[in-house]
């Protein structure tokens, strides 16, 4: 069975400061890990996956994630947010064998950014 | 761009009513999915389909039904609303493989009273 970890229910940050949203998972197979954002009142909308190759991937917004095997890790980070980045963040993995249909998400982090 | 259409944003009902939620997707997409999102809860699987016709329960199957008798059009019903199941709704669709992202309707704020 899978789950994920948000480890911090809301990280509230000044605008121009760097941020870290920190997500573990557990898996007994391989997994492919993604992060969405909420803004208010909308859909969850992709920011990044990863599937293979470079553990550093690079998403839309500035944002980026490092996936860690060894620690199940997959934190996204920004080095320097607005004030439009206040929104939930949610991750996400999907078993790779599962035809697109067993995904689990967290349970969502709350970003605020203050000017 | 894909389009996931959910036909209400805001809807309030009564306790027993019979509730009907439409989503549509106008990318082909197989698979198709019905959410409930609840503060501290995250996002919650009620139903899934892989095809016309084809539903399997998801996590929190109980007091809902879904219907899929087009491959672009899915819907979640709420056979006997009751309070418990005023909720944020989201619908979402993707190809059917795991490395590809879902893509979300807006969501349907849904409130039973």
């Known amino acids: 069975a899978q789950s994920v970890t948000q480890l911090d229910s809301q990280v509230p940050v000044f605008e121009e400061a760097p941020v870290e949203l920190r997500c573990n998972y557990s898996s007994s197979v391989s997994v492919y890990l993604f992060w969405y954002v909420q803004y208010p009142n909308q859909g969850l909308q992709l920011l990044l996956k990863?599937?293979?190759?470079?553990?550093l991937v690079k998403g839309i917004n500035g944002f980026e994630a490092e996936f860690n095997k060894s620690q199940t890790s997959f934190h996204l980070r920004k080095p320097s947010v607005h004030i439009s980045d206040t929104a939930e963040y949610f991750c996400?993995?999907?078993?790779?064998?599962?035809?697109?249909?067993?995904?689990?998400f967290g349970a969502g982090t709350r970003l605020f950014v203050k000017a | 761009d894909v389009k996931v259409t959910q036909s209400s944003r805001y809807l309030v009902k009564r306790t027993g009513e019979k509730v009907f939620l439409e989503c549509v997707q106008d990318m082909d997409h197989e698979n198709m999915f019905w959410y409930r999102q609840d503060p501290g809860l995250g996002l919650r699987l009620i139903y899934f389909s892989y095809d016309v016709k084809m539903k399997e329960k998801g996590d929190i199957p109980e007091g809902y039904s879904v219907s899929r008798e087009k491959k672009e059009r899915f819907s979640l019903i709420l056979e006997s609303a009751s309070t418990n199941q005023t909720s944020m709704y989201l619908c979402a669709s993707s190809l059917p493989f795991s490395n590809q992202p879902q893509h979300f309707g807006d969501g349907t704020r849904l409130s039973i009273l």
């Open positions: 996400a993995v999907s078993d790779q064998g599962g035809g697109g249909f067993k995904t689990i």
């Open positions: 990863y599937l293979s190759g470079s553990t």
